[in-house]
């Protein structure tokens, strides 16, 4: 009896703690501003910064379907060396083997597809990708559905380079 009386708190304290750990692990990303069509954001993982823009299309295609949440990213990851990373995120999953197109007044980038992802094919093009869509007006992305659906997302790139500029400061 006594020790269930002297245990019983401990175990306590040992969830408590468990949780308040996973819950921090787990953080939120905090805005630090708006440019125009793009925000820029930023959180914490494994003790590291990560900041990146992130937008979303002005313009979805085919316009009957459900496509659900869409993103385009640029990712800064200085405690992993990775700079200006640009991300294609969709609410369903690419065709497995497929390929988005990013085409930015007439230059056009291939990206690999992954799941509901998708990231420049030749690592190489990402600075050249970024610079296009500093210098651009409007971005379209292409892509296909695992069901074989055709789908086209078009992007404002109205405050890019303001946002860019932003998460050039993420340390």
């Not at 910064?49 to 993103?71: M, Q």
């Not at 379209?140 to 998460?167: F, P």
């Amino acid at each position: 009896m006594q020790f269930e009386k002297l245990i019983k708190p401990v175990l306590a304290g040992i969830v408590t703690c468990a949780l308040a750990a996973s819950v921090a692990v787990a953080q939120t990303p905090t805005k630090i501003s708006q440019f125009n069509a793009w925000g820029a954001y930023s959180y914490k993982d494994s003790g590291n910064r990560v900041c990146y823009v992130l937008s979303v299309p002005t313009k979805k295609e085919p316009a009957d379907r459900d496509h659900g949440d869409i993103f385009f990213l640029v990712s800064q990851k200085p405690g992993q060396n990775v700079s200006y990373e640009p991300q294609v995120e969709v609410g369903y999953p690419f065709k497995e083997g497929s390929n988005v197109i990013v085409d930015i007044d007439g230059k056009t980038f291939s990206m690999f597809t992954k799941g509901r992802n998708a990231w420049v094919e030749n690592a190489a093009q990402e600075p050249a990708l970024v610079r296009a869509m500093r210098a651009g007006r409007s971005m379209n992305v292409s892509g296909k559905s695992r069901r074989g659906t055709g789908t086209s997302y078009t992007y404002s790139l109205s405050g890019i380079t303001a946002a860019l500029k932003e998460i050039g400061k993420c340390k």
